[in-house]
């Protein structure tokens, strides 16, 4: 994998006591044939997806289908039998990940009849392992060149989009909600200039008995910033008034298989809790055990779980906005997943005067799709720092959050839209939509552009 990380710090783990249980070095995705068990029907949604899953599909005139139902519990209750424990699932894809000490696990759990494949997606990489990827974020401290009264130093990464254009129009994000899939988010909850950011809830996925997704890394914070600080004169973001969900699915200590397994039961939370619009800024292409590793030809949407699931979302309502992949002068160059993924909006990075960011990864797809989709300001971009200082940061994940944060504005502005509506009227917005490429995608949307273009339909 590829992980756009600027800064990791190394995990002390506990000795195990006397008489301790033995911690699981062994994770395995156990992909299903079918949920020809279940026991819910289709013709009884509300059994099994939440009123707000319900509404969105209503609302867009999305039908239910079978991808909406539940992993079959009995195959869940079978699997666990053999003494695996659940650590996540995925009905959409139709999986179960589980967890254990015993590599024959394996085998047992494929010789089910209800089983189609058994995956290894995590070994214990032992103590005290960092992890530093050649292609993480970085910070700038380089002072902003646009101080503005509403938007303090974020001002041109807002306006380049004529997002602020959007915001005096009274769209600013109110009735939104943005789900934000990430590593953690230090310091979060106690910074003073954040203390009025909207989050309604927080889950971690990676360790959700114990972990406490404030106290991990400060990626997702400083993600976080750019789409919904809301402090006049020292920064404003891009969805000021937008409420949030911060889910944490990036286990910062490996990079193995289990954190996509992780992110798709994190979006079909997402989905369960009425987001409008999820943000990702992560992305996977090489592995601690190298044999996982992606080849470009794997970047067709359907080969990672994680663009499998990431085609999912716009059926549901919803629209992903990722990062494009910090790759760009490295030897893999191209997007990374879930950027292939079809239907949703992958973002490459440029400066505040609109030139690409050398590290921005490229695309098209194997499948010769475009991509990025379209480009925002990821290089030299305002965030929050851990020290609730305004400062500047490189990466596509920056570049992910502030588009994302437009994206949601402007869905306010046009609420008869569905998601795969508004994709297209954001890529059509774009300053390269008339000759699309691969380096830029559509370009700079234009988010002004784009609430005309729906007014006058």
Known sequence: MRRFMFLLALIALPAAGIGAQQPDTLKYRVSLRDKA????????????????????????????????????????????????????????????????????LADRMAALPFVR?????????????????????????????????????????????NADRLHRAGFRGQGMTIAVTDAGFHNADSIRAMENIRVVGVRDFVGPDNADIYAESSHGMMVLSCMAMNRSGIMTGTAPEASYWLLRTEDEYSEQLVEQDYWAAAVEFADSVGADVINTSLGYYTFDDASDNYRLSDLDGHHALMSRQAGHIADKGMVLVCSAGNAGMGSWKKITPPGDAENVLTVGAVDKKGVLASFSSVGTTADGRIK?????????????????????????????????????????ACPGLTAKELLELVRKSGDRAACPDNIYGYGIPDMWKAYQTYLEK
Request: charged content about 20%.
């Open 372 to 412: 990025p989709d379209v480009v925002a300001v990821g290089l030299q971009a305002d965030v929050m720092g851990t020290d609730g200082n305004q400062t500047t940061a490189n990466g596509t994940s920056f570049a992910s959050p502030v588009m994302c944060g437009m994206v949601a504005c402007l869905w306010q």
């Open 37 to 104: 068990a279940t026991v819910y029907s289709l013709d009884n949604p509300r059994e099994f997806l939440s009123e707000k899953a319900i509404a969105r599909r209503q609302r867009q005139g999305l039908p239910v289908d079978s991808t909406d139902l539940p992993v079959c519990d009995r195959y869940v209750k079978a699997i666990s039998r053999l003494g695996a424990r659940v650590v996540a699932k995925g009905k959409w894809e139709n999986f179960v990940t589980v967890s254990c000490n015993d590599p024959g």
């Open 117 to 161: 494949s058994v995956e290894k997606v995590w070994a214990s990489p032992g103590k005290g392992k960092p992890f530093m990827s050649e292609d993480r974020d970085s910070l700038v401290n380089q002072p902003a060149m646009y101080p503005d009264s509403v938007y303090g130093t974020a001002w041109a990464q807002a306006h380049i989009s």
